[in-house]
């Protein structure tokens, strides 16, 4: 049996849902399974598990704050353990090069920020939660959705997660860690990034989520005021991609 400790932030939950199902699926392959949101973990909790999972979001092309402060806080007791990261992503539900080139790209900045190399890497499609979002976001992800996905429906959300692939990851980390914890000696040569095929849901069991804890953890006006903030960023960030399509769009066909 091998002891993993699964760490992770989300806004809207997604994260938390894949989260409790990478935990599922290890649990039911024999193992003992700690599923913490990142500002409710300790930093020892590394020392005390065999092996670590961490999650995030990508919000406003970033990684949440607290995960990337989790690393680096943790990068040594990491180095030394079988790790893995998983992100969910809008660009993970557009397929195209070049937004899987992004959401990859997001994954070297958060290595090349902390140091830290993990042993598999997880890119998730996210979900669009429409009914959670203010005018302004849900305005953004629809125009945005129209050049991309076509999900524009803004009276329902939209999940684009691929449990099949969730469980792939979490299947291939857990032979890793049982392999590696089995022979008691870190290897570093087999590093890899992984993309996993989507296909069908998980029990409704493991999509239960304990969702927004960050809602919990903040008052009304500082959920507002960040809510806001994030909607400035993601305006900004969603018209300069829209800007970019039409112009290639027009220059094409020029
Ligand atoms: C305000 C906001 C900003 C976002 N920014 C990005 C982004 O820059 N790139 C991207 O690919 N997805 C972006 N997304 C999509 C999220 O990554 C996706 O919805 C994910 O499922 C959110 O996970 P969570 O529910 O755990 O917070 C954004 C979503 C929101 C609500």
Known sequence: MVSFLIVYGTDEGQTATVAEY?????TDRGHDVTTRYVTETSDSIV????AVLIGSPVINRKHLRAVVAFVDRNREALAAKPTAFFQL??????????????????????IERTGWQPDRVGLFAGAVKYTRYGPFTRLFFKLFSAVTTGDTDTSRDYEYTDWDEVEAFATDFAALAEQRVAADTPQTDDRVAMEYKRESPPTEQA???????????????ERKRGRRLAEVGLLAGLLSVVYWLVRRQSVRQS
Do not use: C, H, M, Y
């Not at 990478?22 to 290890?26: D, E, P, R, S, Y």
């Not at 020392?47 to 065999?50: F, L, R």
């Not at 999509?207 to 006006?221: A, F, G, I, V, Y």
């Open 22 to 26: 990478i935990g599922t699926v290890l």
């Open 207 to 221: 999509r239960e989520s304990p969702l927004t804890k960050r809602e919990q953890e903040s008052s009304p006006t």
């Open 89 to 110: 992503s809008f660009a993970s539900a557009i397929p195209s090069n070049w937004a899987r080139d992004g959401a990859q790209e997001w994954v070297d900045a958060l």
């Open 47 to 50: 020392d005390d598990v065999d």
